[in-house]
């Protein structure tokens, strides 16, 4: 008996089915390489430090400031538990919070108290730091006074650097109040640079949003505005979405004086601008290395 | 093909000669006079489009916006308005015609804080400054010398020095900033006369 050889019959593509695997197969590769290749995950809770500050010499200067009796064990407490909630009910990573006060005055609430300065305390606050606070909050954060409320218990506005009563709520020397005040104006910034992005529909990663924020608490949001404006000028839309999105390109970045340089010198003048931008770079730099895990800084592998 | 050429070329010439023989004649001068005008609007239509492409002294934009704060001294709303007016063209034409970095960064500069309509979409101080400063401008125009111009005055003050204050042991503003405010102080504590 003669065994039947069975004929393998192939389905007939159609040209519809032809059409779309042709063209279908090289966009899911571009959308895929593109998607990966520029998007780095969009929470990271391995960026910044649980451990802070991160940094080894920041660690000793801290110790040398307990040892010293230049931060009080209790002040000490009451920054720590304040800036705790604080940042949960604001939603600021704690390290970048903290690393932001130890960074402004090394967590001394009454620097400036005794002299005619013109910024006080932990956040060292200005006067038109203190206006926006009591006037004009709503203008960016629409939440801005309920957070008040469920931080400090009440509206305890207006807060001002009252010397007088130093754990009078509305002061600005009251550590609960300058913890809040000043997480509140970080947290404005971070609105107001998101906004912008938004307008632009241009994407970013969150942390290092975070770290443009604190460069616009220290150097005004200008600053920030004109280096993002300057990198698209240099490298193109391109360019500032790698600086936005990418987390090594910001870290990257730190360490480009020339941008920092000249962004600022979009607004300044050339000898004013050189002395900015150093300041602006290394206090980004002493942020970065209070708040990034020293493992991710050593990945990186620049000179930070 | 060069005979047929030939023959184009001199019948085009003999009507161009009979055209010009004829206005040559009696009565032909209102063709000449057709002639005159629109040739002179032609040319003059030119400088001007050659003027548009001269950027204008930068030296004088800045005298010019300099000014614009004593301007409104005598209470004159609408003095005030026309000098304004003025230099926002002048800073139009220069961004647009001007290459030199300076004269942009100048010019760039006004216009955050006067003009920023004139500053391109994809600028990110354009929108920072059309929503947060610029209705409170159009508040103390629209009303110079009132307390409710002088409430919007300080808080573009305030905005203002949060907005671009870099240092806070000695604070300071830009020079653009500083005379914005001057300009503003001005018209929101004097009324218009």
């Known amino acids: 008996m003669a065994r039947r050889r069975k004929k393998i019959v192939f389905a007939r593509p159609s040209w519809t089915k032809l059409t779309l695997l042709v063209l279908g197969f090289p966009l899911a590769l571009t959308t895929g390489l593109w998607f990966f290749g520029t998007h780095e995950p969009f929470t ?9 500050p991160a940094s080894e010499s920041l660690r000793e200067e801290l110790y040398y400031l307990r040892t010293m009796d230049r931060l009080k064990h209790e002040d000490e407490l009451t920054i720590q538990q304040t800036l705790t909630h604080t940042s949960s009910v604001l939603n600021i990573p704690e390290p970048i919070l903290w690393c932001l006060f130890f960074q402004e005055s090394r967590l001394n609430h009454l620097l400036g108290i005794g002299d005619e300065r013109t910024s006080y305390g932990l956040g060292q606050f200005t006067y038109f730091g203190f206006y ?16 008040l409320i469920e931080l400090l218990g009440t509206d305890i506005r207006p807060i001002g650097p009252t010397k007088t009563e130093l754990f009078n709520p509305s002061s600005y020397y009251y550590i609960p109040t300058a913890v809040v005040t000043s997480a509140l104006f970080l947290k404005d ?42 990198e698209r000028q240099r490298s193109g839309q391109k360019g500032l979405k790698r600086l936005l999105q990418s987390k090594t390109e910001f870290l990257r970045s730190l360490e480009d004086s020339a941008l920092f340089h000249t962004s600022l010198g979009r607004i300044w003048s050339e000898k004013a ?19 990034v895990e020293p493992q991710v800084l050593r990945s990186y592998g620049g000179s930070l | 093909m060069m005979g047929f050429l030939k023959e184009m070329i001199s019948r085009f010439l003999k009507s161009l000669q009979q055209y010009f023989i004829g206005l040559t004649r009696a009565g032909s ?16 239509f030119y400088l001007i489009y050659l003027a548009t492409l001269i950027a204008p002294d930068l030296e004088l934009v800045q005298e010019q916006f300099q000014k614009l704060s004593t301007t409104y001294e005598r209470g ?16 139009a034409r220069t961004l647009k015609v001007n290459r030199s970095q300076h004269a942009q960064m100048i010019a760039t500069n006004i216009s955050v804080y006067l003009f920023p309509e004139l500053l391109p979409d994809r600028d990110f101080e354009k929108h920072e400054a059309l929503s947060a400063w610029l209705p409170l401008q159009k508040k103390i125009e629209s009303n110079p010398g009132t307390q409710e111009s002088r409430i919007a005055f300080e808080e573009m003050k305030a905005t203002f020095w949060n907005y671009e204050s870099p240092d806070r042991s000695s604070p300071r503003l830009s020079e653009t900033a500083r005379q914005v405010l001057e300009i503003y102080d001005r018209l929101s504590s004097k009324k218009q006369e």
């Open chain 1, 273 to 291: 601008a050189r002395g900015l931008a150093h300041e602006l770079l290394v206090h980004m730099r002493n942020i970065t290395a209070c708040a």
């Open chain 2, 76 to 91: 004159d709303l609408r003095d005030f308005l026309r000098r304004k007016d003025v230099l926002r063209n002048e800073v």
């Open chain 1, 189 to 230: 910034r971070n609105i107001q640079l998101q906004r912008a992005l938004a307008r632009q529909n241009i994407s970013f990663d969150p942390e290092v949003l975070w770290l443009f924020s604190v460069m616009a608490y220290n150097k005004g949001s200008r600053a920030v505005f004109s280096l993002w404006n300057q």
């Open chain 1, 132 to 147: 926006e606070i009591n006037y004009q909050l709503h203008q960016f954060n629409r939440e801005g006074k309920q957070h």
């Open chain 2, 29 to 44: 001068h209102q063709t000449w006079m057709t002639f005159f005008v629109v040739g002179t609007g032609i040319f003059l």
């Open chain 1, 44 to 52: 990271d809770p391995n960026f910044f430090s649980r451990n802070y």
